[in-house]
């Protein structure tokens, strides 16, 4: 069974709106991270989370941690066309360091 | 700078066939390696890992195997694919201790 779910599985925003994308995970972590994929590539690193955090921001990205809760939330801010592709969470469970645990991911499509 | 490539970026393999997918990293030492499958639609399956030459880890039992004959070289293979070995497969390396990966371009194997 998947570590990490997110929620919603497809998202649709117009350009300018912020877009919010959410991920419950059902074990103890040591990090969460997001990773963001275009259609056909690899994935890309967004930003890494640890779990005496609770949140972060880079750019327009603002990732936040509720550990009692088991779950995490992506935000984008000021979305945009290329802001299109495959979000995924996944974690680091504590004491599997060096593996991560995918979710199935997002799809975020952005209108112009 | 770190760079990782995988080649090749398509095949197409009947059923029966044997496999051989590569994976480099250049600009780093002693990464940590994996094989993922992502199936369409789906998230990532971590497949294998290895934390040094010759130290391979299987998460999923299957006809695949993986081998690292050199500190920057990760090889996927397979003696008889099999229908169900389609997919996207990725690449990916992290620098021990530090948890964030970072992914190659993908082979996409269509098995007929």
């Known amino acids: 069974s998947q570590q990490g779910e997110e929620d919603p599985q497809a998202l649709s925003i117009q350009e300018g709106e912020n877009a919010t994308m959410n991920c419950s995970y059902k074990?103890?972590?040591?990090?969460l991270q997001w990773y963001r994929q275009n259609s056909g590539r690899g994935l890309v690193h967004l930003i890494l989370?640890?779990?005496?955090?609770r949140e972060k921001h880079s750019g327009r990205l603002r990732v936040t941690l509720d550990t009692s809760k088991k779950s995490s939330s992506l935000l984008i801010t000021a979305s945009r066309a290329a802001d299109t592709a495959s979000y995924f969470c996944a974690t680091v469970i504590t004491g599997a360091n060096s593996k991560l645990t995918f979710g199935k991911g997002i799809t975020l499509s952005v209108r112009p | 700078s770190q760079t990782i490539h995988q080649w090749p970026a398509t095949l197409v393999q009947p059923v029966g066939s044997p496999l051989s997918l590569e994976c480099t990293v250049e600009g780093t030492s002693n990464p940590n390696l994996y094989w993922y499958r992502q199936a369409a639609g789906r998230g990532l399956q971590l497949l294998f890992y290895?934390?040094?030459?010759?130290?391979i880890s299987s998460e999923v039992p299957q006809n695949l195997s993986a081998s690292r004959p050199q500190d920057r070289q990760f090889i996927l293979s397979s003696k008889k694919l099999l229908l169900s070995d389609s997919g996207f497969y990725l690449c990916a390396w992290s620098v021990p201790v530090l948890e964030t990966q970072y992914f190659g371009p993908g082979t996409r194997l269509l098995v007929l």
């Open positions: 290895s934390v040094g030459i010759g130290q």
């Open positions: 074990t103890s972590i040591n990090n």
């Open positions: 989370i640890r779990s005496n955090e």
